[in-house]
Structure formats: structure tokens, C-alpha cells
């Protein structure tokens, strides 16, 4: 990648073999990890590539734009792209835990599901909610129990029925912004660290959260691992685990 190209997004396949890398000059380049060559060109987009991620075939990766188009592409064959999706919100888009579908937020504000078929073709389900106020985050847990919470400006949380299209808890007022929300690996708990630097967790299930000290300043991304271990790091310069 030029060295000009601040890195937003990078992804090993799940065999190990290639890497993906993507960044504000609109490119996404992959690479084989063991000869560190490049295996196509990079492949072309109109604005800042927010994502790049691989699906499970090690072959074909997903990649979304500012513009809000997401592409898949092979990267074998990267001359032209398998099929993409429009209208999708930025940073409003997860690859599900099967690989197989994505659930996004359109700038409609609907919450929507599509499959992703062996061709590459997105298909868009019947499973699709009207969100209120402006989105800014959400998270479907591992295993996808139907399942989503939601952040948006208006400094609530919300707890959803996918299938049922309606919410099943009351609705929990933050103390301030949250900037992004992540569910542990395990069970239904999850993690949504607020502008100002502190963090909220809470249970899907039960609606309980508690509100504990963080960072100093704003939360700049966070992680958690498999074996659901929690790390954030904040403009502060310190990270959390």
C-alpha cells in the first residue's frame, strides 16, 4: 500500500494464508503471508474503504466504502467485483459468525440481513427493522440468537427481536455517547465504550448494565477475543485489556 494510505482495516483469511489491508486512499490490497508478494493488484474503490474482511473460503473478501457500496470480490480474479450493495450507512455493516450473511444499516435507517450466496451474489431476507433516531453502532451476538442491541445519537440503547421486529426491553438511556458496542463471545454480555472515555457493559438478556471508569478520553477501538477477553484503547495513548 502507498505509504501515504493510513491503514483503516486489516484481516488474515482464516487459513492463514493471505492478508488484507485497506485505507483512506480507496485500495484494498492482499498478500500472500509467506512469500509477502502481492497477489493482485489492488483492487479499485471511489472513496475510503472503512472494511476488508475475508469470508470463510479464504478467497473471496467483502469490502465497504464511505460511499456506501460494499463489494465481493475474488481475489483471484480481481478485475471485477462478484456483486456489491448500495446505500449502506459507514461502519454500519458485521459479517455473521457462519460467514455466509451480513446485517447492516442502510442510510434509511433499517436494519437489514442478506445471504451471501457461493457465487458472491448478496440476497436480501425478509428479517429488517426501522430503527429510531440516528444509528451510530450495533452488535448481533455469536450464534446469532435473533438478537441486536443498538446505540444512536439520541444516547440510547435498544434491545431488539431481529425475528420479531420489535424490542424486547425498555430502552436505556447512556450518559453519554457510545462509539461503538461489541458482544462477548460467550453468552449475551457486551461492551460500549462512551465518548468519554468510559464504558458501559451490560447483558442482552437481562437488560442489566453497569457504568465503570475507562480511559481519559475518548475510545479510539476496541477488541475481544475468543476466549472473551476485552481490549480498548483510547487517544490517550493507553490500552486496556
Known amino acids: 500500500m502507498p505509504r501515504s494510505n493510513n491503514l483503516i482495516s486489516m484481516e488474515l483469511s482464516g487459513d492463514g494464508r493471505w492478508l488484507c489491508a485497506a485505507g483512506e486512499l480507496g485500495a484494498v490490497q492482499a498478500w500472500d503471508t509467506e512469500t509477502l508478494q502481492a497477489v493482485a493488484p489492488r483492487l479499485p474503490h471511489g472513496s475510503t474503504v472503512w472494511l476488508a474482511t475475508f469470508l470463510p473460503d479464504s478467497r473471496r473478501l467483502l469490502s465497504a466504502t464511505a460511499d456506501g457500496l460494499v463489494r ?138 453497569r457504568t465503570v471508569d475507562g480511559h481519559s478520553t475518548r475510545v479510539t477501538g476496541v477488541a475481544v477475543s475468543p476466549s472473551d477477553k476485552f481490549a480498548s484503547c483510547g487517544r490517550d495513548g493507553r490500552v486496556l485489556v
Open 72 to 209: 465481493c470480490w475474488d481475489i483471484g480474479a480481481p478485475v471485477s467485483t462478484l456483486t456489491s450493495l448500495s446505500d449502506i450507512a459507514s461502519g454500519q455493516l458485521r459479517l455473521l459468525e457462519d460467514g455466509r450473511r451480513l446485517v447492516g444499516v442502510t442510510n434509511d435507517r433499517t436494519l437489514r440481513e442478506w445471504t451471501i450466496a457461493a457465487d458472491g451474489r448478496f440476497q436480501e431476507t425478509d428479517r429488517k427493522l426501522a430503527l429510531p433516531g440516528i444509528p451510530t453502532a450495533f452488535a448481533v451476538p455469536a450464534g446469532d440468537r435473533g438478537r441486536v442491541v443498538t446505540v444512536a445519537m439520541d444516547r440510547m440503547l435498544r434491545f431488539w427481536n431481529l425475528d420479531a421486529r420489535e424490542s424486547y426491553l425498555p430502552s436505556l438511556p447512556l450518559e453519554s455517547h457510545a462509539v461503538a458496542v461489541n458482544f462477548f463471545r460467550k453468552g449475551s454480555r457486551f461492551v460500549a465504550p462512551l465518548d468519554t472515555g468510559r464504558m458501559v457493559f451490560g447483558d442482552a438478556v437481562t437488560g442489566a448494565v
